[in-house]
């Protein structure tokens, strides 16, 4: 499956971005899909993840700021960043895997299919 991410951009402190991740595939709910991102000069990091079963995990840096959702066509999945900080900045990542479980969901090895990353870039 192939997966392309959207929706970076350039935004300021406070603000909200809405990222999507669209599948070459009718649906990927077969798939669990996951969010990864990587700053500059650092190592690429879990930031959330979906599972077959709608079951959503976040990294703790952020919950409470992130909404991972599966879109009405079924092969797209966003996710929604409020309150951006300045350490968001990074390219983010979506990635699709069908044989994720609870103990390697946040594991970039689970995952197989992987998108091109799109840039979010948040301004103090």
């Known amino acids: 499956v192939q997966l392309q991410a959207s929706g970076g951009g350039l935004v300021q402190a406070g603000g909200s971005l809405r990222l999507s991740c669209a599948a070459s595939?009718?649906?990927?709910?077969?798939?669990?899909v996951a969010w990864f991102r990587q700053a500059p000069g650092m190592e690429r990091k879990f930031v959330g993840a979906?599972?077959?079963?709608?079951?959503?995990s976040y990294a703790d840096s952020v919950k409470g700021r992130a909404t991972i959702s599966r879109g009405d066509a079924r092969n797209t999945v966003f996710l929604q960043m409020n309150n951006l900080r300045p350490e968001d900045t990074a390219v983010y990542y979506c990635a699709a895997g069908s044989s994720v479980i609870v103990s390697n969901v946040a594991s970039q090895t689970a995952y197989k299919n992987w998108g091109q990353g799109t840039l979010v870039t948040v301004s103090s």
């Open positions: 979906i599972n077959r079963s709608g079951g959503i």
């Open positions: 595939l009718r649906t990927i709910s077969g798939y669990a």
